[in-house]
Structure formats: structure tokens, C-alpha cells
């Protein structure tokens, strides 16, 4: 099996270094410093524990994804705004059965890359880990929920692959439910957590912040009702409680606070930004994420 990861940073490299760790042949798909690294170093995972680093050297790697050759799985890990571009670049590397896994964040993306491949080929699915990538080829892990969640009726060598790597899998037959019930967190995470320069766990435990926190994920809860996606009714309160639990050692901190403090450009208009917009469209408060998404978009397109 040849699995090819369109997108090498935090949540992509994780995948791709455990993945190549069982013994599949991964590319990795990097730009720029990142791809001269891993070119010459190979690729590192570096974990709370250092006993459980991982290096993968040499690693296979391309910067132009038509010189990575035909592909059974592609893990489709680049960040929102590039979606559109992504998936064109992976067009040569179709084969008539490669399923395409998009752990991105957000809920448009199945429908933005099928557009552009023609393919119902696309599995989308919700990751609970917290990674990014520290330095070029070093990608540092933190911890997280320690799982992935895609539909039950999706390929079976991907529950394969996931016992492989000894990632927890879940299986549902709900995919809309899985995504907006990740996008909660995720949104509150990079609405919340951005704002106040914070992760997830430590907002949690602080008894000020907390509430602000739970706040956000029930104005996504209550976006998703107005769209008949029904969540859990206890999500939020879960969520809350899940992240008091966790340890300080495995705190998970937005994708956007990282970007917005290396002066990157941000996911702010596929978050933030589609809250605002869905929220205004069927009459659904949103102050928060409404907030953030102002407070934020003067740093929307980087340094």
C-alpha cells in the first residue's frame, strides 16, 4: 500500500511518522525548509515521553505531489484555505480506488475536494490529537484524546492501518455529527484559546475562563440544531469535563494560536468566519466566535 500525506505539518506528520514507524510506504508531500530537512534528516516525532520518539530516517519525501507517484490513501492534512489548490495538486495521483482521509479541521471540506477530484472518494474524518510541527522535520506531539473518528462504512484497511499504529479508531454511521461534534471543541479552541494565548486544558481548570469556554462550544451546539445536526445534548458539559481531567503535560492548544504567534495566516474565514456567516443566515447568535472572528481578522492573512 502506498500512502501518500498531502500536508506534512503538525496532525499530517504525526499520521505519516507512526505510519511509516508500522512499516508502510508513506511519502510525505513538504515546502520549502520542512521539505529540505526531511530530505536531508529525515522526519522526527517528538512525544511528552522521550522514550517514545520516533525518527524516520530517510523518509521519503516530495515538495511537487506529482513526483510522489500513484496512491492507495492519501491522508489530506493541509490547511483549509489551501484546500482548493491541494486538491488539484493530487488530481495525477489518483487511481480509481484511492480513498482520500481529510483529517482537516472544519465541516466544508469533503464537498470542497470532491468538487475538484469528481470522485465520492473522500473520507472525512475527525482527529483528537495535538501536534505541530516544532522546527523543519521535527513535528512535537503533546497528547491529546488519542483518537480518530471516520464512517463505519469507509474502507476496512483503514481500521487496519489505525490498530497498526495503535491510534484509537471510532466508527459511526453519522458523519455530520462527528464533525460538528469535533468542530466544537475546535472551534471554542481556536476562538477562545487564541484570544486568551491558552490551551484547551488550562482554560478548563480555571474557574473564570471555563465558563466563557463551555460558552462557545454551546453557540456551535445550538448553530448545529438550527441545521437539524443533533449533537449530544451533554457534548458541552462532557467536553469540560474531559479537559479538567487531562493532565497540564497533554495540553492541547489551538492550530490557530500556533499560527497566529509564528505570524502565519490563519483558518480564521473556514471557522470563525463560517460560524459567523451560518449564525447571521439562520438567525443564530454567535457573540463569541462572532467576537473572535473580528478580533482576529486584522492578523487573518499572516505577518
Known sequence: MRIIIMGSGGMGGFLGIKMAAAGYNVTFIARGEHYKAIKKHGIKLLSPSDKNNIHI?????????KDAGKADLIIFAVKLYDTADAAKEILPLLKNDTVILSIQNGITSKAEIEAITGKDSCVP????????VESPAV???NGGFNKISFARKSPAFLQKIFDD??????????????LWSKFALLAANSSIGTLLK??????AKDKDQAPIFKAAIIEVMELAAALHIDLCGSLAEGIMSDLKMRPSSEEIYASQLTALNEGKKLELFWVQGEIHRL???HNVPTPLHS????ILKPHAMGR
Open 57 to 65: 530516517n530517510p523518509a521519503k519525501v516530495a515538495d511537487n505531489p
Open 279 to 281: 449564525g447571521l443566515k
Open 198 to 203: 491558552s490551551g484547551a486544558v488550562a482554560i
Open 139 to 141: 513535528i512535537r506531539y
Open 125 to 132: 474524518a475527525a482527529i483528537f490529537i495535538s501536534a505541530h
Open 291 to 294: 467576537l473572535a472572528y473580528e
Open 165 to 178: 499504529i495503535q491510534l484509537d479508531y471510532e466508527l459511526t454511521g453519522h458523519t455530520e455529527k462527528m
